[in-house]
């Protein structure tokens, strides 16, 4: 009797087994791939096997980093391939992403088959890339030689240290340099850029993009673009998300400073910019910088010499205090205030009249007021010792002091 139990459930365990496998779909998307070329379109192709009745089918993908998912009708072949072609000029996507894609069908019989999830990497190839790497740095440049290659990557290892220089380098995760021949190559990457704008990084995928041209003047390029650029993307992973919280003129301020060669027209920019009375408010620099090229780099100017008047005064930790006062969430004033106990107007005044000479009578004043209390002092007491021995002689000879 057990005997004849067990061989039925063994039986019947096996009948429920083949009944699940029935019902699950032989149907399977394969062969998935994507082929682009950049900012002109990404082709997306897959496969049903077998071929069977499909009623609907469907691209998703979306940027590695980002948060929202794209949605578009597929085209279904009659032999069973799955695909569509995604115009780059009309949804501009960012150079160098990560994409995240894949495909789910709709059968005629009412199941959904799901593909597995693939990652596309949206590069420029309209270049023929050459490379050269130190991790965590990985150049990658397509006019000039070997040398040229070598220079910029010496250009960003000194960036390294003077980025280090200025704020802790977090763990050294990998950063591409792409170095473009000319400024017009640079801007026709960019889905979205000023006229005057000659470098870009995109700090959260760890990519810089500078525009240098091999020759005469290379050296001074890229170590002033190169180590600026970086630095966007090492600030960027001190603070993580709450870069976007610290205001622009301190990103760029420290961007700037990590330059190994300073642009020498700053300095003229600002003296102009002093005496004509023509010099940015630094809270109108906290959201955003001018569109227009004059006014932008007069931006750059103040940002930096004012970051710089920072560090000077309260030192790189007061300057990283300020960082982590901004990373924590406090508006363009709060910060300054918590960081530094002083308001960014304050700071702003005390920037112009001490770098830039602006109402040199109140910077000598204020420089020199703890002497003149110490003299005020120093004078007081002897004055007042003088007065009491007048009064006692005046009583002692009996003349009496005239009435206050």
Request: with cysteine.
């Amino acid at each position: 009797m057990r005997r004849w139990l067990t061989t039925l459930f063994v039986f019947l365990s096996l009948l429920g087994t083949a009944k699940s496998a029935r019902g699950q779909s032989a149907v399977e998307i394969v062969d998935v791939q994507a082929e682009h070329l950049f900012g002109e379109y990404i082709a997306f192709r897959a496969r049903l096997s077998p071929v069977v009745p499909v009623k609907e089918a469907t691209l998703f993908f979306r940027d590695e980093r980002g948060a929202s998912t794209s949605t578009y009708p597929a085209t279904v072949n009659p032999d069973g391939t799955l695909t569509y072609r995604h115009d780059v000029r009309q949804s501009a996507l960012r150079p160098f992403a990560s994409l995240v894609f894949w495909f789910s069908v709709k059968l005629e019989n009412g199941e959904t088959v799901t593909s597995a999830q693939y990652i596309f990497q949206y590069d420029d190839n309209r270049f023929p890339w050459q490379h050269l790497e130190e991790v965590p740095l990985y150049v990658h440049w397509y006019d000039g030689d070997a040398i040229f290659g070598q220079a910029a990557l010496d250009a960003a290892r000194a960036g390294l240290g003077g980025v280090e220089d200025l704020i802790p380098l977090p763990t050294q995760e990998r950063i591409d340099i792409y170095i473009y021949a000319s400024v017009d190559d640079l801007r026709s990457a960019l889905t979205d850029s000023h006229d005057w704008v000659a470098g870009h990084a995109a700090p959260d995928l760890g990519v810089v993009m500078v525009s240098v041209a091999p020759g005469e003047g290379q050296r001074f390029a890229l170590s002033q673009q190169v180590p600026h650029e970086l630095a966007h993307v090492l600030l960027y992973r001190y603070t993580g998300e709450s870069y976007a919280d610290l205001p622009v003129w301190l990103r760029e301020g420290v961007a700037t400073l990590a330059e190994r060669s300073p642009n020498p027209d700053y300095e003229r920019a600002l003296s102009l910019a002093s005496q004509e009375g023509t010099l940015l408010s630094l809270a109108d620099l906290c959201d955003a910088f001018p569109p227009d090229a004059g006014r932008a780099f007069l931006a750059y100017a103040e940002s930096q010499d004012f970051t710089r008047f920072l560090r000077d005064t309260y030192g790189n930790s007061g300057l990283l205090s300020l960082v982590d006062s901004y990373a924590d969430g406090l508006d363009c004033n709060q910060g300054m205030q918590r960081a530094l106990g002083i308001s960014l107007p304050l700071a702003e005044r005390r920037w112009r009249e001490e770098t830039l000479g602006e109402n040199l009578f109140g910077v000598a004043l204020r420089n020199f007021s703890p002497y003149l209390v110490l003299l005020g002092i120093v004078l007081f007491i002897p004055m007042w010792g003088i007065l009491n021995l007048v009064r006692e002689r005046r009583k002692s000879d009996g003349i009496q002091p005239p009435p206050t």
